[in-house]
């Protein structure tokens, strides 16, 4: 690893303390160097407050270092005003001679014209320093850009002979795979995503608030298909607790968050538009096995999180069939759960 990379990796670290806050901001890490000395450092807490570059040049002591040092960003300084000014004229102003960046921003507004301003007033610039790393911090913000849909993460437990659930009698209680090491990191996963759906199935049977009850951060936007009325009144989703996106019609909940569904789309085709419109950049799709096939079988999808448990159903409700790249295999101990994580 050459020094740029090192410092580059000091972005990435700082840019992911705020993992669960920036959305629809991206993540985003500063460090300014001086003769191979962080004299500051700063991230992008919150959307809407001071971008990492403001953070770490303010955070800078002498201010006349600053025409001798680098400043590092993981993502390309923007140039244009939106709820901050532009943090390229700051690093003008600031009269740093280098900049370095992780990779160049995907939002229209930005791409490629940060860098070009900089260069425009004689400012040495490097870009592309750890770019896929750069990139997979920021993939849900880059995929929305790129592709106008968010990031889609789908998520379900299995038996280890391959079912997420035994046929089950009216009031009977769902098969429970989780531990409470995996549960937590379940929570985490939706703390860090703007969103997540069920099917109606599963609201019927499972009635889950899709809150997180087990980790610190922001419930997601709750969101399920209801075409035929058929959820009950008395359903967590339906508490008025967070935000819940309703996809069809239901008299237990008759307000501006249902929406009605066409005919002549899917309804993976409306819930997409739907959020694009909301400026949702991150989903997961929980279940169950007809909702999580369908996403898969329309290729929307980007990351898979697999849970096997030590259990055997011998029968039951199949798991979906999926396809991918293995990423990672997390193990928890000590019940012998395996996490896999699949890249489409």
């Not at 807490?45 to 403001?54: D, F, I, P, S």
């Not at 090491?181 to 929570?187: D, L, V």
């Not at 075409?227 to 996106?245: E, K, N, V, Y």
């Not at 307000?255 to 949702?280: H, P, W």
Request: proline share 5%; aromatic share 6%; with cysteine.
């Amino acid at each position: 690893m050459n020094i740029d990379e090192l410092y580059m990796q000091r972005c990435l670290q700082l840019a992911a303390m705020a993992q669960g806050h920036t959305s629809p901001n991206p993540m985003v890490g500063a460090v300014v160097v001086c003769n191979g000395r962080i004299i500051g450092e700063g991230y992008h807490r919150r959307c809407g407050e001071a971008h990492a570059e403001v953070n770490a040049i303010n955070s800078v002591a002498d201010k006349s270092l600053l025409s001798q040092s680098t400043i590092y960003v993981s993502l390309e300084p923007c140039s244009h005003y939106g709820k901050t000014p532009p943090c390229c004229d700051l690093i003008i102003k600031s009269g740093i001679p280098r900049v370095v960046v992780g990779c160049l921003d995907p939002f229209p507004q930005v791409s490629g014209r940060g860098v070009n301003k900089l260069k425009e007033y004689g400012i040495d610039v490097t870009i592309n320093i750890l770019e896929e790393e750069c990139k997979w911090l920021n993939r849900k913000f880059i995929t929305f850009q790129q592709k106008g849909r968010p990031y889609i993460t789908l998520k379900w437990a299995q038996s280890s002979d391959g079912f997420i659930d035994r046929i089950r009698t009216n009031d009977e209680r769902p098969t429970l795979f989780s531990t409470p090491t995996s549960r937590s990191w379940s929570h985490r996963l939706r703390a860090t995503n703007d969103a997540i759906i069920v099917g109606t199935n599963t609201v019927i049977t499972d009635n889950p608030s899709l809150t997180t009850r087990y980790w610190v951060g922001h419930n997601p936007l709750r969101i399920t298909i209801d075409r035929q009325g058929r959820i009950p009144a008395h359903s967590a989703l339906f508490d008025g607790s967070t935000a819940t996106l309703l996809l069809g019609r239901n008299s237990a909940f008759d307000n501006e968050n249902a929406i009605a569904l066409s005919t002549e789309k899917s309804s993976i085709e409306q819930l997409m538009e739907a959020l694009r419109q909301r400026n949702v950049q991150s989903l997961i799709v929980e279940g169950g096995t007809q909702l999580l096939q369908s996403f898969i079988d329309n290729n929307l999808w980007d990351e898979a999180h697999i849970e096997t448990a030590p259990i055997e159903l011998h029968n039951g409700i199949a798991a979906p069939i999926i396809n991918g790249e293995e990423m990672q295999i997390n193990q928890y101990q000590p019940s012998h759960h395996t996490r896999i994580v699949l890249n489409r």
